[in-house]
T-cell receptor, first 114, second 115 residues
């Protein structure tokens, strides 16, 4: 069963516009949630993560995400897109039943238009 | 501080040849992961180690794939014989400790093309 689902394989925004990348998880117990970014021809870099505590998590490069248990969501947002934000973004989850592994969503390609 | 180091960054090989991908995890990390990224299947875990011991290799696609971790600072992923469908980006990653909240750090990847 899919652990994380990213809605929208491609998202396009204008520079300066709000970025919203959606991620929903399927888990009967609170998971540990991560967002990674992959720039072209590079590896994956952690943007932010939710483990416990505050449900609004701030990450690097002005990104943040909110863990909403009632909606089983962990959407990634940024108030104002920059051209440099163009990349692929992956939501990922760790669960107690899966050990230390990260299970990734399908990824969302973000395009930023001038 | 050096991150996860992978080599080679790019490799083009002919079908049937042996391919060896190498990884040096971050010093002090006790978990090491091998992931594969393809357009069709996305990012999938192949195998992971804890303290040099393979914990879960259920993601290894078939017997042509093997992975070893002879010591805490080195791991290899070998494909023998290679096939065109093995063309992908192979990522090595490492983390410290088994807590689920711990961050997994990724290398830059090895881009493999089998022709």
């Amino acid at each position: 069963a899919q652990s994380v689902t990213q809605l929208g394989s491609h998202v396009s925004v204008s520079e300066g516009a709000l970025v919203l990348l959606r991620c929903n998880y399927s888990s009967s117990v609170p998971p540990y949630l991560f967002w990674y970014v992959q720039y072209p021809n590079q590896g994956l870099q952690l943007l932010l993560k939710y483990t416990t505590g505050a449900t609004l998590v701030k990450g690097i490069n002005g990104f943040e995400a909110e863990f909403k248990k009632s909606e089983t969501s962990f959407h990634l947002t940024k108030p104002s897109a920059h051209m440099s934000d163009a990349a692929e973004y992956f939501c990922a989850v760790k669960k107690e039943t899966s050990g230390s592994r990260l299970t990734f969503g399908e990824g969302t390609q973000l395009t930023v238009n001038p | 501080d050096a991150g996860v180091i992978q080599s080679p960054r790019h490799e083009v090989t002919e079908m049937g040849q042996e391919v060896t991908l190498r990884c040096k995890p971050i010093s002090g990390h006790d978990y090491l992961f091998w992931y594969r990224q393809t357009m069709m299947r996305g990012l999938e875990l192949l195998i992971y180690f804890n303290n040099n011991v393979p914990i879960d290799d259920s993601g290894m696609p078939e017997d042509r794939f093997s992975a070893k971790m002879p010591n805490a600072s080195f791991s290899t992923l070998k494909i023998q014989p290679s096939e065109p469908r093995d063309s992908a980006v192979y990522f090595c990653a490492s983390s410290f400790g088994g807590r689920l909240g711990n961050t997994i750090y990724f290398g830059e990847g090895s881009w493999l093309t089998v022709v």
